[in-house]
Nanobody, 124 residues
Framework: QVQLVESVGGSVRAGGSLRLPCAAS????????MGWFRQSPGKQRELVAR???????EYGDPLKGRFITSRELGKNTLYLQADKVESADTGVYYC??????????????????WGKGTLVTVSS
C-alpha cells in the first residue's frame, strides 16, 4: 500500500517562491507517473505539473513557466518549485501518482492515488 504525503504548504508573499515535496511511503515498487494538481477557491481541480516516464513533463497552461516539477533520483519523491507566485496560486495542492499493482510478481494494473492535499496561501 503506497501513500502520498505532501509537506505543509504554509503561506508565501506574492512574488516569492516555495518548494513542496511529496513523498511516497509504504510498500513501494516502480511508480509510474507522478504529478501535482491544485484546486483554488471557486475553481475545479487543475493540472499543475506531472512527470510521465518516457513521455516527458507536462505543465498546466495557466502557470506560464512559473512552476517546475522534478523527481529526486533514487527516491519516490516529487518536488514542486513555484516561483513568482501570485494570489491566484492560492489553493490546495495535491500530489498524485500512478502506482503499479503487482500480483504474482507481475504488474496487473496501475492504480491512481492521491495525497490528502496541502494548503498554500499567497498573500499580497
Amino acid at each position: 500500500q503506497v501513500q502520498l504525503v505532501e509537506s505543509v504548504g504554509g503561506s508565501v508573499r506574492a512574488g516569492g517562491s516555495l518548494r513542496l515535496p511529496c513523498a511516497a511511503s509504504g510498500t513501494l515498487s516502480t511508480i509510474n507517473t507522478m504529478g501535482w494538481f491544485r484546486q483554488s477557491p471557486g475553481k475545479q481541480r487543475e493540472l499543475v505539473a506531472r512527470i510521465r516516464p518516457g513521455a516527458g513533463t507536462e505543465y498546466g497552461d495557466p502557470l506560464k513557466g512559473r512552476f517546475i516539477t522534478s523527481r529526486e533520483l533514487g527516491k519516490n519523491t516529487l518536488y514542486l518549485q513555484a516561483d513568482k507566485v501570485e494570489s491566484a496560486d492560492t489553493g490546495v495542492y495535491y500530489c498524485n501518482a500512478y502506482v503499479p499493482v503487482v500480483v504474482g510478481g507481475k504488474v496487473e494494473r496501475y492504480e491512481e492515488i492521491w495525497g490528502k492535499g496541502t494548503l498554500v496561501t499567497v498573500s499580497s
